[in-house]
Structure formats: C-alpha cells, structure tokens
C-alpha cells in the first residue's frame, strides 16, 4: 500500500525567509500524482500546487515550489518569501489515477513576523 | 474553481439520535466523493469513497453500519452518522471529482463540524 509520510510535525520560519518541509512517498507504481495541500484554521483544504510523476520539470507556483526526486521518492515544498498567511497545515498527499488521496501525517508552519 | 459545497457547517445532536451531513458538487458532476474524518492536530483519514448510484467502498475500521453513506445524484452525496455517540465528535469533510473529460482535480468541501452532547 502507498504510505506518505511527512516527518516534520512542526517548522517555524521567519516573515521573508525561505521554508522547506519535506515529504517521502513509497509506492511501487511508475504514474502518479503528488500534491501539496494548505489547510488554515478555516479547515478548508486548499491545493498548493500537485506533480506529475512523469514530469521531471518541478512544478512551481509563484512562491511556491517542488524538489521532486522520483528516485528517491521524495517531494519536498519550498516556500520564498514566507507571509504571515502561509501559517497553516501543510499536507502532502499522493493519488494514483482517479483513486484516492493518501495523506501524510502534516506538518505545521508557523510565520515569525 | 470547481465549488463543493457542506452543509451544515456545525451541528450538535443528542446522543443516541442521527445526523446527516450533505456534500454538493455546485457546477460539475461528481462521479466520485469521498468522505474524511479529522481528529484534532491529526491528518485526513479516508472513511469511504462514494460512487454515484453504487454502494459505497469503506475503508478498513469503518463501520458501514454506522456512517451510511448515499450518491444517489451526480451532485449530491450524504454522510448519516447514526445512533451517535461523543465519540463520533469530530470535523467531517468531503471531496468530489469530476466525472470523464471533467479534469484530474478533486475538490474539496468547506467541512462539518460534529459534535454529540
């Protein structure tokens, strides 16, 4: 079964500066989509920014950007510029095809001003 | 963006009684929901995914019995937590995607809070 884990409960970054939370995956399969989600004291789960497995181009998403290092099974999300509204939960998650998203366990950010 | 729409976003019910929790997709057909409980400073956990007109497929440790999940329309999914308990307390939140040709993205709902006094 595909697991994704995030291994940063917490991480703090001060307002400006550059965060990295990092994310590994294990799965067997070759395809496959992987995602950052954003989910602030609203709860509402916003998308970040998702990757093809078959795109060795990082995505990126004006502040927002991927490592993605399929080999390793690694997909890291680095935030420049970091703004006081970047405070939230972030989620890895990773969807093969039209099945379901699996969810790491979060990690929480939080923006020293 | 794709809209997905919870209703109610808070309830409260007695212990013993059941509720419902309604998930639409606004402007798209959703062939697929799914359904997540979140315990507090905790990820996602994945109930059950609902396709529209078939039974619903629960994940492992999910009592069917219990949360009855209904798609009976391409827009409309419903959550009913019966007999509830305390336990059953927690943030309840959907998700939907698009039927063929409607694009990979699912799309979140705003969530429902549950509590049961």
């Known amino acids: 079964a595909q697991t994704v884990t995030q291994s940063q409960p917490e991480m703090s970054v001060q307002e400006a500066e550059t965060v990295t939370l990092s994310c590994t995956y294990d799965?067997?399969?070759?395809?496959?989509?992987l995602f950052w989600y954003k989910q602030p004291p609203s709860r509402q789960m916003i998308l970040v920014i998702r990757q093809e497995a078959y795109k060795q181009q990082n995505a990126t998403e004006n502040r927002f950007s991927v490592n993605f290092q399929k080999a390793a099974k690694s997909f890291s999300l680095k935030i420049s510029d970091s703004q006081l509204g970047d405070a939230a939960m972030y989620f890895c998650?990773?969807?093969?095809?039209?099945?379901?998203?699996?969810f790491g366990q979060g990690t929480r950010l939080t923006i020293n001003p | 963006g794709a809209v997905v729409s919870q209703h109610p976003s808070r309830v409260i019910c007695k212990s013993g009684t059941s509720v419902k929790i309604e998930c639409r997709s606004l402007?798209?057909?959703?062939?697929?929901m799914f359904w997540y409980r979140q315990f507090p400073k905790q990820s996602l956990m994945l109930m059950a995914t609902?396709?529209?007109?078939?039974?619903?497929?629960?994940e492992q440790g999910v009592e069917k019995d219990k949360f009855l999940i209904n798609h009976a329309s391409l827009t409309l999914s419903t959550l009913t937590v019966t007999s509830a308990h305390p336990e059953d307390s927690s943030f309840y939140i959907c998700?939907?995607?698009?039927?063929?040709?409607?694009?990979?993205?699912?799309?979140f709902g705003e969530g429902s809070w549950l509590t049961v006094v």
């Open positions: 998700s939907a995607r698009p039927g063929q040709g409607g694009g990979n993205t699912i799309y």
């Open positions: 998650a990773y969807r093969r095809g039209a099945q379901k998203l699996v």
């Open positions: 402007d798209f057909q959703a062939t697929t």
């Open positions: 799965t067997s399969e070759s395809d496959y989509y």
């Open positions: 609902s396709n529209e007109g078939s039974k619903a497929t629960y």
